[in-house]
């Protein structure tokens, strides 16, 4: 399978319609988004869901996100939009929030696990939207790697990770967030952040005037909020700038591959540890977080430091999913 290029201009319509066909008879299409790269289907056809879920390896009882070309196809997917959603989709889409609704009574059981709810995003690309609207209808898409994994933000990673299960790869280059949507459950009587993403704390505060609770161990089946997922092969256990050069040096007698992961600059490290640069602050931490996990792997480590920014802005979304990524593993190295 090769990755489709959104440019040069010859190649970009055939490539859209490629993929339109592929999704209308139940074929599988990866996309770009502003987050992460998408493994799409139509989200009306069980049979092509099903074939999302095998190929994922994700179990049937977890939700995707159904992706819209406009918030005007809305109300088709949605038999019920609170005020608070109203107003988070107005000042968010296009763009990396998702908005959990009750569902209207077209959208397949395969979409929701049998919920009685849907998450829905307007994703911010203009390949994606140039899909969507080819296309006409809900795209159901989670990030476009194997259950559990780390999600790709290249269409190589997405090449690299799914091969020939996918029919097409539309290629629009590196993501430009990086980490996923922010999920905003608004289906209770208050609105509740479900994964921090691509939207921060301090934005959803602006909108809706409150703070937005991040609820966890939400009833509802949510793999992004498991604790151990958007996990590279390497252990990665969490560190702090004064303990990683001890912590490295420790690792390294034990005869393991260190990396450590942070912002630049990097702290003293012996000299056998591997640096994975983050970039300068947390947008850049964000846009380059999966692709240094994948580096890591490349690069055979078998431990990863990470040393996660400052909590605020993207920084919350990128600390969420290094815990995430450390889950159970983390406890076992502290002890
Ligand atoms: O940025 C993103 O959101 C990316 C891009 C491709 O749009 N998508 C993504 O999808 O991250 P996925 O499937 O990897 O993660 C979606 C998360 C999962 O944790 C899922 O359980 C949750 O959204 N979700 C979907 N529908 C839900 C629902 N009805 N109720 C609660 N959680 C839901
Ligand atoms: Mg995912």
């Known amino acids: 399978m090769e990755a489709l290029p959104v440019d040069p201009s010859s190649a970009r319509a055939p ?27 139509d989200a009306t056809l069980p049979g092509a869901l099903r074939r999302l879920y095998a190929v994922k390896g994700r179990p049937p009882a977890h939700p995707v996100i159904v992706h819209l070309g406009g918030a005007d196809q809305l109300t088709g997917w949605a038999r019920d939009v609170p005020d608070a959603a109203r107003a988070l989709t107005d000042a968010c889409w296009p763009g990396p929030l998702t908005v959990i609704v009750r569902r209207s009574a077209r959208v397949p059981d395969e979409v929701t696990g049998g919920a009685d709810t849907v998450g829905l995003r307007v994703p911010d690309q203009p390949l994606a939207l140039a899909l969507l609207h080819q296309f006409g209808d809900g795209i159901a898409a989670p990030s476009a790697n194997r259950f559990g994994r780390v999600s790709p933000t290249t269409a190589q990673a997405v090449v690299d990770d799914l091969g020939t299960d996918v029919d097409v790869v539309l290629d629009g280059g590196p993501c430009r967030v990086g980490v996923e949507s922010t999920i905003v459950d608004c289906t209770g009587a208050q609105p509740a952040v479900l994964r921090p993403g691509g939207v921060t704390a301090a934005r959803l505060r602006e909108i809706l005037g409150t703070d937005v609770p991040v609820v966890s161990g939400s009833t509802v089946a949510a793999p992004g909020t498991l604790p151990s997922h958007y996990a590279p092969r390497a252990s990665v256990v969490l560190a702090t700038r004064e303990d990683a050069g001890a912590r490295a040096t420790a690792a390294l007698d034990d005869g393991r591959h260190v990396a450590v992961l942070c912002e630049s600059p990097s702290p003293d490290l012996p000299p056998a540890v591997v640096w994975l640069d983050a970039g300068c602050d947390a947008d850049d931490y964000a846009r380059n977080l999966y692709a240094r996990l994948r580096e890591a792997d490349a690069r055979k480590v078998d431990l990863l430091l990470a040393i996660p920014p400052v909590s605020t802005g993207l920084g919350q979304a990128v600390a969420d999913r290094l815990r995430r990524a450390a889950g159970a593993r983390q406890h076992v190295e502290a002890r």
């Open 15 to 41: 490539d859209l319609a490629r993929a339109v066909a592929a999704l209308r008879r139940g074929g599988l299409v990866a996309f770009p988004t502003e987050t992460v790269y998408g493994l799409g289907a």
